[in-house]
């Protein structure tokens, strides 16, 4: 009863809190809202007595250094949430008195790891279950016969990824297993994270810092964080509708890839981004796909469903919130399960990765050949996720627009032609003039260096978008740093992409050097790995001299045969060894020279 009473009496409390108050941490995002939610915790273990001692944040800070409890925040990021998270983690730790040291995981020395209490490691699966760019390394460390015994501390992981692929979040269950195998012990459950993290992360580490609190009580806290953090008025919770003033196809007809270069307007958004950043697209799924996927489980279209506490219909709600073209695993042993379907489990278990390249959810529907409730399928089905595009533009250049480069995606089974979901409604969907739903996706691993600076940039495909950008923003910047582009696609004649702008670029000298790969133009395909091995020598020179490099495309290939030639360059003209040319492109990485944007 006395519990009952105390929820009571905050219940009460908490909704006679100021209403500005309220509507500002309504409009908190994710990052905001990962600090708030350590600050809370620690708000929570604190007694009055230090809470009339509480101080500035400065103060919190200094009395850190004096804590008993070390913890070393470990972060693993590809395109820089895990980092974000990881900031957010220790700032909110060092407010409550903790001493809590950042670190990336390509810096952080093996032996350091027993100089802590607890280890907290955020980490991002890049690829087929790979570790991120700055986190091989030490992946390859922690697993090895050479990684130092852990008895006595503790730690935790926090794993994002995106189930669509098979490996889910397998960097951060290599990590957690690693540190358990030798010696630490989990303080809290690992926690595996899908692209839409941000509430699911907010509450593991509002856990964390509590279970922390368990262990050491918070020396400090500090007061009204929130109301002095600044929020952009959008983003992936609250997108701006935008309109889609152009969409140009660029490929020309003939081509084998049906590629599109759209411009839209951001103007009033307040939306801003830098070269190498991503726009988020949220788009609608097709009604055509929707309306098989009801006929086939026998569903009314109209049927009322509740969704994240809100009703609607499930007609709708498949449209606009549910995830009907990207499958996981955990849906299709569901299915699997009430169906009996051998096959369904046969796919889930050694057949997923190339089945999913040409399958989507109605596939897996007729395979089990069920009825569901319209609710029953909102419980197995995924939230819709929203799509990134490398933004191929200069808000400089551009002001208040933004431009993205896309191909059309689109893949047949026996069953039918299936549809990427943004690029079809992006493309075939919308019009000139049209809304779209988007936010601005910071890379903080993808960015320009100084003006004076070299830049050699690896973009096949729609890959050249961020380099787009890229010149736009040293063209208009007066930039010193030369520029040397290798771009690739089928053929020359349908498939240059932006073939007059860099033809401009060349002639004006914004553009040093370009090498293209058009890989049917001739009986053996040539690529733009094969046109940086052709060009080792001047690649080497460029390097020693301080220059950039940078990839952007298709991870499962391109990027991985592009790095092998990068090692092979390095290794034979610099007269290396294959460790010593690991260690330079180790240097590269850690100089941020080296950079890659793959999908």
């Known amino acids: 009863m006395k ?67 070390k913890a070393l925040i470990l972060y693993a990021s590809q395109t820089g949430n895990a980092q974000a998270i990881a900031e957010n983690l220790q700032e909110s730790l060092e407010s409550s008195g903790y001493n809590a040291a950042l670190e990336s995981t390509l810096d952080i020395k093996l032996a350091k790891l027993n100089d802590y209490a607890l280890i907290v490691v955020i980490a991002s699966t890049h690829g087929e279950g790979e570790p991120p760019d700055d986190a091989i390394d030490f992946y390859e460390a922690v697993l090895s016969k050479k990684a130092p015994g852990l008895n006595g501390v503790k730690h935790a992981v926090l794993g994002l990824g995106d189930s669509s692929y098979e490996f889910f979040c397998q960097t951060a269950k290599d990590f957690d297993s690693a540190l358990s195998s030798l010696g630490s012990v989990p303080l809290i459950e690992r926690l595996d994270c899908d692209v839409d993290y941000q509430q699911e992360a907010v509450s593991w580490i509002t856990q964390l810092v509590a279970a922390i609190a ?33 969409i140009q196809k660029l490929t020309a007809p003939g081509s084998i890839k049906d590629t599109y270069h759209l411009e839209i307007d951001l103007a009033g958004s307040g939306l801003s981004y830098r070269p190498g950043d991503a726009l988020g697209v949220w788009a609608d799924n097709d009604q055509i796909l929707v309306g098989e996927i009801l006929s086939q489980l026998s569903i009314d279209p109209q049927a009322s469903v509740t969704f994240k506490e809100e009703e609607c219909s499930i007609e709708n709600l498949l449209r606009q919130k549910l995830e009907i073209t990207l499958l996981n695993k955990g849906l299709i042993r569901e299915l699997a399960t009430l169906s009996g379907s051998q096959k369904l489990f046969d796919i889930a278990d050694t057949g997923y990765s190339e089945y999913i390249q040409n399958h989507q959810l109605i596939d897996v529907l007729k395979l089990a050949n069920i009825t569901l409730e319209a609710q029953e399928l909102v419980e197995i089905v995924k939230p819709l996720k929203p799509r990134l595009y490398s933004i191929s533009s200069s808000i400089d250049e551009n002001p208040e627009e933004v431009h993205i480069t896309l191909n059309h995606l689109e893949n047949e089974n026996q069953d039918g032609i299936r549809y990427g979901q943004a690029s ?29 600076k070299a830049i050699i940039m690896i973009g096949p495909g729609t890959g050249i978008a961020p380099f787009r950008s890229f010149l736009q923003q040293r063209e208009g910047a007066e930039a010193k740093g030369r520029n040397w582009l290798f771009f690739g696609n089928p053929n020359f004649n349908t498939d240059f992409l932006y073939q007059t702008e860099l033809q401009k670029y060349l002639k004006s000298g914004l553009l040093t050097q370009l090498d293209v790969a058009f890989s049917r133009d001739q009986q053996k395909k040539i690529y733009v790995q094969d046109r940086l091995r052709q060009n080792a020598e001047q690649v080497w020179q460029w390097l020693e001299q301080g220059a950039y490099f940078y990839v952007c495309g298709d991870m499962s290939r391109m990027a991985k045969e592009v790095e092998l030639v990068l090692l092979q360059v390095i290794e034979q003209q610099g007269n290396k060894t294959q460790d010593q040319a690991k260690d330079y492109l180790k240097q590269m990485k850690q100089q941020a020279r080296y950079q890659r944007d793959v999908y």
């Open 214 to 246: 368990e262990l050491q009580p918070p020396a400090l806290t500090t007061r009204a964080l929130a109301e002095n953090i600044i929020q952009f008025p959008y983003s992936k919770e609250k997108p701006f509708s935008a309109t889609v003033s152009i």
């Open 3 to 69: 519990d009952r009473t105390s929820l009571q009496r905050a219940t009460a409390r908490f909704t006679n809190i100021d209403g500005d108050l309220l509507q500002k941490v309504s409009n908190l995002g994710p990052s905001e809202l990962l600090l708030l939610a350590g600050y809370c915790a620690g708000l929570a273990e604190t007694s009055p007595a230090q809470l009339s001692t509480v101080g500035t944040l400065a103060t919190a800070h200094e009395a850190s250094k004096d804590s008993s409890l």
């Open 424 to 452: 079809h409604f992006l493309t075939r969907q919308l019009n000139e003039g049209d809304k779209v739903n988007v936010y601005v996706d910071h890379n903080k691993n993808f960015k320009l260096p100084p003006a004076d």
